[in-house]
C-alpha cells in the first residue's frame, strides 16, 4: 500500500506564495507521474500541475506562470510551489501519484487533500 501525505496548507495574503508538500510513502518501486489537482466548493476538481518521472510538466492555463511542481525522487515527494496567489486559488488541494510498486503493477493514489485559503 501506498500512501500520500500533503502539508503546507492554510491562509495566505493575496499575492503571496505558499509551499505544498506530497510525501508518498509505503511499496513504491518507482512513482512515474505526480500531480496536483483542486477543487473549491461546487466545483469540480481540477488538474493544477502534474509532472512526470522524466521531469516533463504540464499546468493549468489559470496557474501557468505563477505555480511551479517539483519533485525530489530520492525522496519520494513532489511539491508545489504556488506564488502570486489569488482568492480564485482558494480550494482543497490534493496530490495524485501513479506509483508502480513492482515490477508488473502500477496504480494511482490520492493523499487526503488540504486547504489554501487565499484571502486578505
Known amino acids: 500500500q501506498v500512501q500520500l501525505v500533503e502539508a503546507g496548507g492554510g491562509l495566505v495574503q493575496p499575492e503571496g506564495p505558499l509551499r505544498l508538500p506530497c510525501a508518498a510513502s509505503?511499496?513504491?518501486?518507482?512513482?512515474?507521474?505526480m500531480g496536483w489537482y483542486r477543487q473549491a466548493p461546487g466545483m469540480q476538481r481540477e488538474l493544477v500541475a502534474r509532472?512526470?518521472?522524466?521531469?516533463?510538466?504540464i499546468y493549468s492555463d489559470s496557474v501557468k506562470g505563477r505555480f511551479t511542481t517539483s519533485r525530489d525522487a530520492a525522496k519520494n515527494t513532489g511539491y508545489l510551489q504556488m506564488n502570486m496567489l489569488k482568492p480564485e486559488d482558494t480550494a482543497d488541494y490534493s496530490c495524485?501519484?501513479?506509483?508502480?510498486?513492482?515490477?508488473?503493477?502500477?496504480?494511482?493514489?490520492w493523499g487526503q487533500g488540504i486547504q489554501v485559503t487565499v484571502s486578505s
Open positions: 495524485n501519484a501513479v506509483v508502480q510498486t513492482t515490477m508488473l503493477f502500477t496504480n494511482s493514489y
Open positions: 509505503g511499496n513504491i518501486f518507482s512513482i512515474n507521474i
Open positions: 509532472i512526470t518521472s522524466g521531469g516533463s510538466t
